[in-house]
């Protein structure tokens, strides 16, 4: 079974960058699509972001333009780069993969504000 650990989040100014890890163990990282889910308060998990095992991309349209997923095969690893933050990204960001088939992390907080 596949666990992966999320990171990297925090309280950031509107316009400000963060930059998201996901460390994954066990099971076949390398042949996953993976993405990037995040929850706001009251609020359903959506999935805003994914990387196939080919490394293609696609994003939600809040995030385009903002935010760039990639990965590190070799590190079983999964990344989320988020420029241009806003008020509106504030949530829990997990990772998984695309349909979602691990169990889930316990997500890492990103919350924008000033």
């Known amino acids: 079974q596949v666990q992966v650990a999320e990171s990297g989040g925090g309280l950031v100014q509107p316009g400000g960058s963060l930059r998201l890890s996901c460390v994954t163990s066990?099971?076949?990282?390398?042949?996953?699509?993976m993405g990037w889910y995040r929850q706001a308060p009251g609020q359903q998990r959506e999935l805003v972001a994914h990387?196939?095992?080919?490394?293609?991309?696609k994003y939600e349209d809040a995030v385009k333009g903002r935010f760039t997923i990639s990965r590190d095969n070799a590190k079983r690893t999964v990344y989320l780069e988020m420029n241009d933050l806003k008020p509106e990204d504030t949530a829990v960001y997990y990772c998984?993969?695309?349909?979602?088939?691990?169990?889930w992390g316990q997500g890492t907080q990103v919350t924008v504000s000033s």
């Open positions: 998984n993969s695309a349909p979602v088939l691990f169990t």
């Open positions: 066990g099971g076949f990282f390398s042949l996953a699509t």
């Open positions: 990387i196939t095992k080919g490394g293609s991309t």
